[in-house]
């Protein structure tokens, strides 16, 4: 099993920013470029949702609690993805997981990173 690595989280307060990282596994750095990554999210008592995806080939997309506002991007030579947070709201607090996926593969996830946005 894959394990992304995310940092970056922490308190802010809302309209501020914040800048998510998460690092891919050394397992997979050759073959970085052929996976889809992305950003979700988990709030307290609510279901994981998607915040950002970058796939291969394919423009990034977003949520639309977040358009606008967050930019998913991704450092091949460096084997990170990041997710840049603008104007953050205190609906924006929650735990932020890295995602890795190919069809062969299936979906990886990292640990999380808690973001805490005070109003």
């Known amino acids: 099993q894959l394990q992304l690595v995310e940092s970056g989280g922490g308190l802010v307060q809302a309209g501020g920013s914040l800048r998510l990282s998460c690092a891919a596994p050394r397992a997979i750095f050759s073959v970085f470029t052929t996976y889809d990554m992305g950003w979700y999210r988990q709030a307290p008592e609510k279901q994981r949702e998607l915040v950002a995806t970058?796939?291969?080939?394919?423009?990034?997309e977003y949520a639309e609690s977040v358009k606008g506002r967050f930019t998913i991007s991704r450092d091949n030579s460096r084997k990170k993805v990041y997710l840049q947070m603008n104007n953050l709201e205190p609906e924006d607090t929650a735990v932020y997981y890295c995602?890795?996926?190919?069809?062969?593969?299936?979906?990886?996830w990292g640990r999380g990173t808690q973001v805490n946005v005070s109003s």
């Open positions: 995602s890795a996926y190919t069809p062969s593969t299936g979906l990886a």
């Open positions: 970058i796939a291969v080939g394919r423009a990034a």
